[in-house]
Nanobody, 123 residues
Framework: QVQLVASGGGSVQAGGSLSLSCAAS????????MGWFRQSPGKEREFVAA???????RYFGSEKARFIISKDETKNMVYLQLNSLRPEDTALYYC?????????????????WGQGTQVTVSP
């Protein structure tokens, strides 16, 4: 299994930026992808972005214009750069790992989940 640890969350003013990190450890499968989801109170978990490990193909949810997903294969790390943050971006952000390249916008695709890191954006 893959273990994931997310970090980098915090509190920022609207318009600010944060960079989230997720470290993967354990057995990395040959077919591997990592993604980010977020969940705020009263809402379902929402797909944010995903990246296929070898090819680097990227997939985005509704925030493609403001968020950037990237990876460092040598460190088994995935990152999420959050720019121009708004109060509605306030959520618990989760990283996740999948052993397939298909359906990366679906929560059921993922095998492992990190603990989440809190992002809070004030007006």
């Amino acid at each position: 299994q893959v273990q994931l640890v997310a970090s980098g969350g915090g509190s920022v003013q609207a318009g600010g930026s944060l960079s989230l990190s997720c470290a993967a450890s354990g057995h990395i499968p040959s077919e591997f992808a990592m993604g980010w989801f977020r969940q705020s109170p009263g809402k379902e978990r929402e797909f944010v972005a995903a990246i296929v490990w070898r090819e680097g193909n990227r997939y985005f949810g509704s925030e493609k214009a403001r968020f950037i997903i990237s990876k460092d294969e040598t460190k088994n790390m995935v990152y999420l750069q959050l720019n121009s943050l708004r109060p509605e971006d306030t959520a618990l952000y989760y990283c996740a790992a999948a052993s397939t390249y298909k359906g990366l916008w679906l929560i059921g695709t993922y095998d492992s989940w990190g603990q989440g890191t809190q992002v809070t954006v004030s007006p």
